[in-house]
């Protein structure tokens, strides 16, 4: 026994080195165990056993280090953590610990106290009861070591590096789940607990990867941190010229100068010794969709006969609601779409996005790989390296989910809270802000999704303490007849983001939801923001709201290169950027990566795909990869399109309530989309017949008065609200012959609740002969659609005895009445 007495000096660190010397050092054969410390211990204090298993088990230690390492915590949080090491690195240095409330920056010092625990053969600090930052951006090197020692103990959770390696397995066993390098002194495992965009091939060589040691599974591992762990695989090089949309304004004919993820050069001088790609466009930060419900997004617009509601939970609890909540769910579930398994609706949604120049989605709330893995196309943020908590009923969160949300908002775990809160008008809907304010959960990193009944007094308080409004209009307009004062928010100084929500009452991309705001700026907003505004609220603001602004929202050296290009007018790129539609954006590039865009600029930077026809202009998708733990990362569009085509077609015909209709297949063939600010005619979106009376198979008698009462909100227009369109013409046509109308009973009628019943007396004779209504409907572009309610049939038979002479009559008729219906634009639905 060896007792250090620190006599008078004691309150301070002191470091005391002890030789041990004996026959065999490798193989030593007494432990030194250490009593009486009230300071901290080395890691290796910690780590270096005999046995493996720790001298400190379920001691409680405090220990100083330097954090190497941080998990992706998964969507239960059940098991996330990082790893800490001495300064200097190398054999038994590192330590993990298991703590779901703190994520230290890669380089934090920090003080913890914890208890020593061995799990599944790991050691670790558990129950962390201090926790200290001290220090930031300190290094650690990475120690050299072969591939055969990283299955040693000295290594576990240490950060090292292993130099000349090939992949001499790309999938262990077939699970998914590890991979295998060899270098000259054998092989090792590789794991992906955090997830990399690197894609590994069998014979793929790296001059050097690094990583922590890791144990689990019964196995040793190496635990990569990020894609620069991997030295020596391929990158995309190149700069984009163009109009660059600075934080400093418009440059033009400037350079952004890509190397992998990373903008490592803005500029107005052309790189040199790279490839520079022209693209004559202007060039915007990558566009953010701070919120969505991406797995709903292969389904066009829902509406509801008892519009509007005045809360969420209102509509939330209608039966058309449940109804076509079920159709959905038999989408979800066919064979073809398999959505629990392989992500096809969110993976069709995440397109829709990339074609309008997004690359950042929120709202996927689960952690399947088949869409979360890094390498399918946008970035879902509430994945690693974000630190976005999100929940769709937060008002709904009991005493245990509010404590443990508070301790991540203050350990750092949690930088973002994306909330639902007060979707709707109603009282109802306001009372969830004052229970959020109640729980002390109102803070800066609080994003209120919706926010229809805020007032000024709660935008003030959001101000106050920095909290966000995530603006979400074409879905609140849509369910409720009303938005949020986006306008207010912002002069109170609440910073305001713009998202669309999901596809089925929102719009179906941010730069329609973005058109679909600018438009009731100037409608309901005075002009109060500016171009250049509202393109801020759907990138930098976004990025605000998402704890992500760091990294993402900007074109600046340091920043993730996520780019939207698009053509338009240099002289007014923003209102172009407000104008843009997916046939006008050339370039979406995520991660430096061109996943979207015109065919000769995707080439041009050196990637490929399949066309897509975008109204008529051909434009790449780049989205089908190979991965070896990805069962359908091969699938292209046209794949995930198919599928979902067969899915919704044949549950057309074969459901029995809440059926789907052919808005449906419009849809998935793109068809829907808007080609330019508006051009799509208004649409019936709601698959229940819009015609509440009179019954199918009514009969009516020629000669007797007689109504018929429409649904307004089932006629839908994607700019304006479904109040401003014009029924230019409601008629009585044959079935058999829809042009031919018998009676019109309407003209120029606004799509306004009190318009719709409309009494008309039927003056025609029409034995034998099924009829329904047709509508021709414009927007305020004047695009026209004509629809006929085939799904409402009646009769029209003569009152007793007056056959003849109405038959006669109905020959006069027919011609005077009749009307021609066609209008500018016209399409057939
Ligand atoms: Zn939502």
């Known amino acids: 026994e060896v007792v250090y007495d620190p006599g008078a000096v004691s309150g301070r660190m002191h470091n005391a080195t002890y030789q041990l010397i004996c026959n065999d050092p490798s193989t030593p054969t007494n432990e030194i165990t250490f009593t009486g410390y009230t300071l901290p211990l080395s890691i290796s204090n910690i780590q270096y056993s005999i046995s493996g298993t720790s001298p400190f088990l379920n001691q409680e230690v405090t220990l100083i280090g330097i954090c190497t390492y941080s998990d992706a915590p998964d969507s239960n949080d059940d098991e996330a953590g990082y790893a800490i090491s001495e300064p200097e690195g190398g054999a038994w240095n590192g330590i993990y610990i298991s703590d779901i409330f703190h994520r230290p920056d890669y380089g934090e010092e920090i003080q913890i106290k914890g208890t020593v625990k061995e799990f599944n053969g790991l050691t670790r600090l558990e129950n962390i009861t201090e926790y200290i930052s001290l220090s930031k951006s300190n290094s650690v090197p990475a120690v050299i070591i072969t591939a055969a020692e990283l299955s040693t103990e000295p290594y576990e959770s240490v950060l090292v590096c292993i130099t000349n390696v090939t992949v001499s397995d790309e999938n262990v066993g077939g699970n998914g789940y590890e991979w295998q390098i060899t270098d000259s002194s054998g092989s090792c495992l590789v794991d992906d607990r955090v997830p990399y965009r690197y894609i590994w091939k069998l014979g793929n ?16 591992k190496l635990e990569p941190r990020f894609d620069d762990d991997f030295v020596g695989r391929d990158v995309f090089e190149y700069a984009l010229k163009g109009m660059v949309m600075t934080p400093d304004g418009p440059q033009s004919n400037w350079y952004v100068h890509v190397w992998d993820d990373d903008i490592v050069e803005v500029t107005n001088i052309a790189p040199l010794g790279i490839n520079i790609v022209d693209t004559e466009g202007i060039i915007f930060p990558g566009l953010i969709d701070a919120h969505n419900h991406p797995s709903w997004n292969s389904f066009p617009t829902l509406m509801f006969h008892k519009f509007p509601a005045g809360h969420r939970d209102e509509w939330a609890g209608w039966q058309e609601y449940s109804d076509w909540k079920k159709k959905r769910g038999d989408v979800r579930k066919y064979s073809s779409v398999d959505d629990s398994k392989k992500d096809t609706i969110t993976k069709f949604g995440e397109v829709l996005e990339l074609m309008a120049g997004c690359i950042i989605i929120q709202g996927q709330s689960n952690d399947n790989k088949e869409h979360a893995h890094p390498d399918v196309m946008l970035f879902n943020v509430e994945q690693y390296p974000s630190k976005v908590y999100a929940n769709i009923f937060p008002w709904k969160m009991d005493s245990g989910e509010r404590d443990e949300l508070s301790k991540k908002l203050n350990g750092g775990a949690v930088n973002a809270v994306v909330i639902h809160l007060c979707e709707g008008p109603d009282a109802t809907s306001h009372a969830q802000f004052t229970t959020w304010k109640s729980w002390g959960l109102l803070t800066k990193e609080t994003a209120i999704i919706h926010g229809t009944s805020l007032t000024s007094n709660d935008f003030a308080e959001m101000a106050a303490v920095g909290a966000k409004l995530i603006w979400s209009p074409m879905t609140n307009i849509k369910l409720f007849d009303q938005t949020a004062n986006a306008k207010l928010a912002a002069q109170i100084g609440v910073n305001v983001g713009i998202s669309p929500d999901w596809t089925p009452s929102g719009c179906y991309n941010l730069l329609e939801e973005l058109g679909y705001a600018w438009h009731l700026n100037q409608t309901q907003f005075g002009n109060y923001f500016t171009a250049k505004q509202m393109c801020d609220m759907v990138s930098l603001n976004n990025a605000i709201s998402c704890g992500i602004d760091n990294r993402y929202g900007k074109i600046a050296v340091g920043y993730n290169a996520g780019l939207c290009v698009i053509n338009g007018d240099p002289n007014d790129p923003y209102m172009s950027l407000i104008n843009a539609r997916p046939i006008d954006v050339k370039l979406t590039i995520v991660n430096g990566t061109p996943l979207y865009g015109d065919p000769n600029l995707v080439k041009a930077i050196g990637a490929t795909g399949e066309t897509v026809n975008v109204w008529g202009t051909t434009k790449m998708l780049n989205i089908a990869f190979d991965h070896p ?22 549950l057309n015909t074969t459901c029995t309530s809440g059926y789907l ?16 600010p508006d051009n799509v005619p208004p649409f019936v979106g709601n698959a229940d017949n819009p015609i509440l009376s009179p019954a199918n198979g009514a009969e009516f008698i020629t000669g007797d008065p007689a ?6 909100n089932g006629f839908w227009d994607n700019l304006s609200r479904s109040s401003d369109l014009i029924h230019k013409e409601i008629a009585i046509v044959p079935d058999s012959a829809p042009s031919t109308p018998q009676l019109v009973i309407a003209t120029d009628l606004a799509n306004t609740p009190a318009n719709n019943t409309i009494n008309f007396t039927p003056d025609f004779n029409g034995v034998d002969t099924n009829y329904i209504f047709r509508f021709i409907t414009i927007d305020e572009n004047a695009n026209a659609t004509t629809t006929l309610f085939t799904s409402t049939k009646f009769t029209v038979i003569p009152e007793p005895g007056l056959f003849l002479i109405l038959n006669l009559g109905f020959l006069i008729l027919y011609t005077t009445r009749r009307v021609p219906g066609v209008y500018p634009g016209q399409a057939s639905k």
């Open 707 to 712: 109504t018929m009462t429409f649904f307004t």
């Open 205 to 220: 060589t790296l001059t050097e990867i690094r990583g922590i040691g890791f144990y689990s599974y019964s196995a040793f």
């Open 629 to 650: 733990f990805l069962n359908y990362s091969q699938e292209t569009f046209a794949d995930i399109r198919s599928h979902l085509q067969t899915a919704h077609s044949t």
């Open 661 to 676: 209709d052919s808005d449906e297949l419009q849809f998935l063939d793109l068809d829907l989309l808007q080609k330019g």
